[in-house]
Every structure is written in structure tokens, then in C-alpha cells.
């Protein structure tokens, strides 16, 4: 159980197009979830906190103009790349915290290459 | 603020040998404490956690973790590692402050090597 479905999983796009990550909680009600950012070889930096149905809450340094996310259900976060550059190229990793235990269950990631 | 330092990046281990990865971090309460497990290309998997009580806490994957508020230490120990345990290990602390949508602070990762 506590099964956190991520889609895509590997995205290329054109440098100046938008790119859409999906986040779902498929055997859970997930609250809250976080969109992380990971470097290559390095740890994962909180970009934003999204709580259903209300507007996210992002981390300093983090324009919420670029990366918007969306909390519309117990199930599903999705965070929203807009034009797209270079040097957003990273991955990306959300989380659901289950309703009911104090716990975040990670996505595998989704592999962002922007050209 | 609270910080996590994981002071060993790499570290290479004989299949079968002890395991012990170190971390330490910096809360000024009592701390919500969890080790997070990394396959290449994966999201993270949860392999145990530390709220309150018992201060040696079992995981999965025959991992264990000991809560040392002196030391302000919360290391992970496996008695007999298997190549599969080869992998990026994280361990993250909790705000407390915000029970339930606490933010995960993560150290910087200890990447375990098994060698036959």
C-alpha cells in the first residue's frame, strides 16, 4: 500500500515550451503533498508544499510564477513547468503525506531535459 | 533552523560486513527523524522513522536506527549488508512545529557501494 504514481517519468522539451509532471496517490488521500527538486548527486531541496484545494506554498528563492502547481483532489498534485529553460533541467520528486499516518511516501521522479 | 549533515558521502562496504551510516542534525526540539533509501533514477523509499518512545527503531530491510539526543545522532546500522543494499541513502528531519505538514529537511546523502 501507500503507492505514489509519477508521470511522466522522463520528459524532453523544447527550450520556451511548458512542461506538466503528474503526482497521484493511487491507494491513499493525501492532504498534502511537496514537489521536491533533486541535482545530480546532491540531496532534495522542498520547492513548494501544496494542501488540497488552496494555493501552494513555495519555498524562498522558488518563482511561483514558473513552477505552478495545482492540488485539485485528495489524489492528484501537479506541477506545472512554465517556458521552460536550460537550466530548469533537473529532477523532480513528489511526495504525498497519507492522511491518516505522519508519514511522506515519495514518486519515483520524473527526469526533466529541457533542449 | 533545522539541518541535517550525513558527514560521509561514500562509502564502500564488503558484502556481508556491518553497516553503520552516520547522521547528525540541529532542532531545537524534539526532532522527527527518518532514513530514506535511493535506487539510481528512483524516488526515495522510506526504511524507518523516529517520532517518540523507543530510541532503537526497526526498518525494513533488516535496518535499524538508534535516536541519541546527546549526540544529537540518529545512525543507521545494518548487521550483514546484501549487494542490494548498494544505493543513495538520506536521512531527514521534521518540523515538529507543524505536526502533519511538516517540511522534510534532508542531509546531502551517503551513497553506499557493496563489493563482493
Known amino acids: 500500500g501507500a503507492v505514489v504514481s509519477q508521470h511522466p517519468s522522463w520528459v524532453i522539451c523544447k527550450s520556451g515550451t511548458s512542461v506538466k509532471i503528474e503526482c497521484r496517490s493511487l491507494?491513499?488521500?493525501?492532504?498534502?503533498m511537496f514537489w521536491y527538486r533533486q541535482f545530480p548527486k546532491q540531496s532534495l531541496m522542498l520547492m513548494a508544499t501544496?494542501?488540497?484545494?488552496?494555493?501552494?506554498?513555495?519555498e524562498q528563492g522558488v518563482e511561483k510564477d514558473k513552477f505552478l502547481i495545482n492540488h485539485a483532489s485528495l489524489t492528484l498534485s501537479t506541477l506545472t513547468v512554465t517556458s521552460a529553460h536550460p537550466e530548469d533541467s533537473s529532477f523532480y520528486i513528489c511526495?504525498?503525506?497519507?492522511?491518516?499516518?505522519?508519514?511522506?511516501?515519495f514518486g519515483a521522479g520524473t527526469r526533466l531535459s529541457v533542449l | 533552523a533545522q539541518s541535517v549533515t550525513q558527514p560521509d558521502i561514500h562509502i564502500t562496504v564488503s558484502e556481508g560486513a556491518s553497516l553503520e551510516l552516520r547522521c547528525n542534525y540541529s532542532y531545537g526540539a524534539t526532532p522527527y527523524l527518518f532514513w530514506y533509501v535511493q535506487s539510481p533514477g528512483q524516488g526515495l523509499q522510506l526504511l524507518l522513522k523516529?517520532?517518540?518512545?523507543?530510541?532503537l527503531v526497526q526498518g525494513i530491510k533488516g535496518f535499524e536506527a538508534e535516536f541519541k539526543r546527546s549526540q544529537s545522532s540518529f545512525n543507521l546500522r545494518k548487521p550483514s549488508v546484501h549487494w542490494s543494499d548498494a544505493a543513495e541513502y538520506f536521512c531527514a528531519v521534521g518540523d515538529e512545529s507543524n505536526f502533519g505538514n511538516e517540511k522534510l529537511t534532508f542531509g546531502t546523502g551517503t551513497r553506499l557501494t557493496i563489493i563482493p
Open positions: 511526495s504525498a503525506r497519507h492522511r491518516l499516518k505522519n508519514i511522506q511516501y
Open positions: 501544496s494542501n488540497e484545494g488552496s494555493k501552494a506554498t513555495y
Open positions: 491507494d491513499f488521500q493525501a492532504t498534502t
Open positions: 523516529y517520532f517518540s518512545g523507543d530510541t
